[in-house]
């Protein structure tokens, strides 16, 4: 396990950040600095678990199975109308992604970008049903075994910066890195509605690892 690379700024300040108030309780607040200096500790522990990149190589092309595209819980299965790009009824899938959570989103079938587009918005927290349409998101459109895909990935009320590395007409493999959100969010997923779901609510799903439906 390494860190993401979209950690290292981060970490970086939050190092500078903690020197500085170390160094200021060291001086002028002796009796407080263990205390400070644990606390610190356990910050910046926190923040090297959050941009942790583990390994999630898939080994071979899982061809109809649709993985997948983050860690998380399941916390939404409904039939929607997606307004933006597919214009027709879908089966939404959201997952929600808790700042314990790997943070990194992977492309979860191979295919075609054929959209992309970044909204600004607001900070909603991430499991209110506003969120994906009011919230700070980005949209990617794949096309897979003659199908399109679409997937959302939502800022919460912690995220604060998103980063989709998909790029209209670009091709990706199954497993390929789509982007990265940093702290409490969600990936919302739209398939076609007679796609044969392998997830229910509640359920706690694996990024590259969990097969979320059939296609």
């Not at 054929?114 to 990617?140: D, F, Q």
């Not at 982007?179 to 007679?194: A, C, E, H, N």
Request: proline content about 5%; overall charge positive; hydrophobic content about 40%.
């Amino acid at each position: 396990m390494t860190i993401h690379k979209e950690g290292y700024p981060t970490l970086l300040l939050g190092f500078i950040l903690l020197f500085i108030v170390n160094s200021a309780a060291f001086y002028f607040f002796p009796g407080l600095f263990f205390i400070t200096l644990i606390i610190s500790i356990l910050l910046f522990l926190f923040l090297i678990s959050f941009f942790r990149k583990p390994d999630r190589s898939v080994p071979t092309n899982k061809d109809h199975h649709f993985l997948s595209p983050c860690d998380g819980k399941v916390v939404v299965i409904e039939n929607v109308y997606e307004d933006e790009y597919l214009k027709s009824e879908c089966t939404q899938v959201s997952i929600f992604m808790s700042p314990l959570n790997v943070h990194i989103n992977w492309f979860p079938a191979s295919g075609k970008t054929i959209y992309y587009k970044y909204h600004p918005g607001k900070y909603l927290a991430a499991w209110n049903p506003k969120a994906s349409t009011e919230n700070e998101r980005t949209t990617i459109v794949i096309e897979t075994h003659h199908q399109q895909i679409l997937l959302r990935q939502v800022a919460g009320a912690l995220a604060r910066r998103i980063v989709c590395y998909a790029k209209s007409g670009n091709s990706h493999q199954q497993g390929d890195e789509m982007g990265f959100i940093k702290f409490g969010s969600r990936v919302d997923i739209y398939f076609p509605v007679d796609t044969k779901l392998n997830v229910k609510l509640d359920d706690v799903v694996t990024g590259n690892r969990t097969v979320i439906a059939q296609l």
